[in-house]
Nanobody, 127 residues
Framework: QLQLVESGGGLVQPGGSLRLSCAWS????????IGWFRQAPGEKREGVSC????????NYADSVKGRFTASRDNDKNIVYLQMNSLKFEDSAVYYC????????????????????WGQGTQVTVSS
């Protein structure tokens, strides 16, 4: 059974950095994408980034472009989300999830096709 676990969240000052990890087990994900999502209290779940585990193609929300970078380590079954220049509005619970890709399909930041989901990791940007 496929399981995903996020880690790396924490408290950071504005302008600081964090690196989130999403580790999976239970299935080969070579034909999948991993999406990163976040949800702040009272807000909808927002797609932050996705990365194809086939070709490492990435996709970012405009709000994080140039500050966040997704990368993969297929040998270790881990996807990372490097978050730099963090802002107050980046505070949220961050989730990763898996999506099966068709050949030549690109990943999407829309939550609906993804599952299963990890349990989330809290990121708090505060001075």
């Amino acid at each position: 059974q496929l399981q995903l676990v996020e880690s790396g969240g924490g408290l950071v000052q504005p302008g600081g950095s964090l690196r989130l990890s999403c580790a999976w087990s239970g299935r080969n994900l070579d034909s999948y994408a991993i999406g990163w999502f976040r949800q702040a209290p009272g807000e909808k779940r927002e797609g932050v980034s996705c990365i194809s585990l086939q070709d490492a193609h990435t996709n970012y929300a405009d709000s994080v472009k140039g500050r966040f970078t997704a990368s993969r380590d297929n040998d270790k079954n881990i996807v990372y989300l490097q978050m730099n220049s963090l802002k107050f509005e980046d505070s949220a619970v961050y989730y990763c999830a898996a999506m099966l890709l068709l050949p030549s399909e690109m990943c999407t930041r829309v939550p609906a096709p993804y599952g299963p989901w990890g349990q989330g990791t809290q990121v708090t940007v505060s001075s």
